[in-house]
T-cell receptor
Framework: GAGVSQSPSNKVTEKGKDVELRCDPISGHTALYWYRQRLGQGLEFLIYFQGNSAPDKSGLPSDRFSAERTGESVSTLTIQRTQQEDSAVYLC??????????FGPGTRLTVT | GQQLNQSPQSMFIQEGEDVSMNCTSSSIFNTWLWYKQEPGEGPVLLIALYKAGELTSNGRLTAQFGITRKDSFLNISASIPSDVGIYFCAGRITGTASKLTFGTGTRLQVTL
């Protein structure tokens, strides 16, 4: 079946602009996660959605970052007033249970 | 955020050689996952481990959940060029329902 998809695959934006990144999870997966991966680094947890529960936002680095999820489907990660240090690959993952997460290809964000 | 200690950081091996990498943590984990990431792609799940002492194989890959629940290793036998990539361990700390903590990655290069 279809995997996790993310769009856009690449985004170049000017410092100070807002960006929206989209994630379509695997159908039927109740959990959705966002991670950030800086060049040559591991994955940094940002936010987690599980069903209708309040999201776990403990990994969001600042109040410029926010995310929403519509039911158990698509999620958008919004970064306001982008800074150069926001440049990274943003990865989305979904899971049917709390154990195995399946990742999308990521969105490469470059802030100039 | 917290990351696991993963070693080695990088490996250069010849085709046909066996590979071993490991992750250690100061915290007790109840789940260990091993992922592989290729350039421009999201991480792909290789093996999942759920019980202390568990040894699981997936083709040429074998992974074990350490008996202390604070470590895991991944072995690759008879490496081939397509094994090239970055291997990440990830674990779930007991009591944290959702979040995975990722290792810093092991970059594997295979020479002919």
């Amino acid at each position: 079946g279809a995997g996790v998809s993310q769009s856009p695959s690449n985004k170049v934006t000017e410092k100070g602009k807002d960006v929206e990144l989209r994630c379509d999870p695997i159908s039927g997966h109740t959990a959705l996660y966002w991670y950030r991966q800086r060049l040559g680094q591991g994955l940094e947890f940002l936010i987690y959605f599980q069903g209708n529960s309040a999201p776990d936002k403990s990994g969001l680095p600042s109040d410029r970052f926010s995310a929403e999820r519509t039911g158990e489907s698509v999620s958008t990660l919004t970064i306001q007033r982008t800074q150069q240090e926001d440049s990274a690959v943003y990865l989305c993952a979904s899971s049917h249970d709390v154990y195995e997460q399946y990742f999308g290809p990521g969105t490469r964000l470059t802030v100039t | 955020g917290q990351q696991l200690n993963q070693s080695p950081q990088s490996m250069f091996i010849q085709e046909g050689e066996d590979v071993s990498m490991n992750c250690t943590s100061s915290s007790i984990f109840n789940t260990w996952l091993w992922y592989k990431q290729e350039p421009g792609e999201g991480p792909v799940l290789l093996i999942a481990l759920y019980k202390a002492g568990e040894l699981t194989s997936n083709g040429r890959l074998t992974a074990q959940f350490g008996i202390t629940r604070k470590d895991s290793f991944l072995n690759i036998s008879a490496s081939i060029p397509s094994d090239v990539g970055i291997y990440f361990c990830a674990g779930r700390i007991t009591g944290t329902a959702s979040k995975l903590t990722f290792g810093t990655g092991t970059r594997l290069q295979v020479t002919l």
